[in-house]
């Protein structure tokens, strides 16, 4: 399994950004959520979004709802993630992931193995 991430950058506060993250791997990914962590410099890394490339099940973690939208292509086996009214405390490395949806709500560092990873990118919201 491989996961191909793309966007990220500089945005000011209240700005916007997307990013990507496509799947690579033989058979479709039916059975997990592909999303993204993220991890702020001296913190431990957060699940932010997943969803489900079956039906479509989201999580989103409580710091971003309403101000996130993640959603996919089946058929590109890819997922975005619309990121809104950005925030400083967004900043971070943002890694895209697969794994089993309810892991990104129980997400421990211990759990790192449940996932396949994508490399990270760095998103920087200035106030």
């Known amino acids: 399994v491989q996961l191909q991430a793309s966007g990220g950058g500089s945005v000011q506060s209240g700005g916007s950004m997307r990013l990507s993250c496509a799947v690579s791997?033989?058979?479709?990914?039916?059975?997990?959520?592909v999303g993204w962590f993220r991890q702020a410099p001296g913190k431990e890394r957060e699940g932010v979004s997943a969803?489900?490339?079956?039906?479509?099940?989201?999580y989103y973690s409580d710091s971003v709802k309403g101000r996130f939208t993640i959603s996919r292509d089946a058929n590109k086996q890819t997922a975005y993630l619309q990121m809104d009214n950005l925030k400083p405390e967004d900043t971070g490395v943002y890694y895209c992931?697969?794994?089993?949806?309810?892991?990104?709500?129980?997400?421990?560092?211990?759990?790192?193995?449940?996932?396949?990873w994508g490399q990270g990118t760095q998103v920087t919201v200035s106030s």
């Open positions: 992931a697969t794994g089993f949806l309810a892991a990104w709500k129980d997400y421990d560092p211990s759990h790192n193995s449940h996932f396949y």
């Open positions: 969803i489900m490339m079956s039906d479509g099940r989201t």
């Open positions: 791997q033989k058979s479709p990914v039916t059975h997990y959520a």
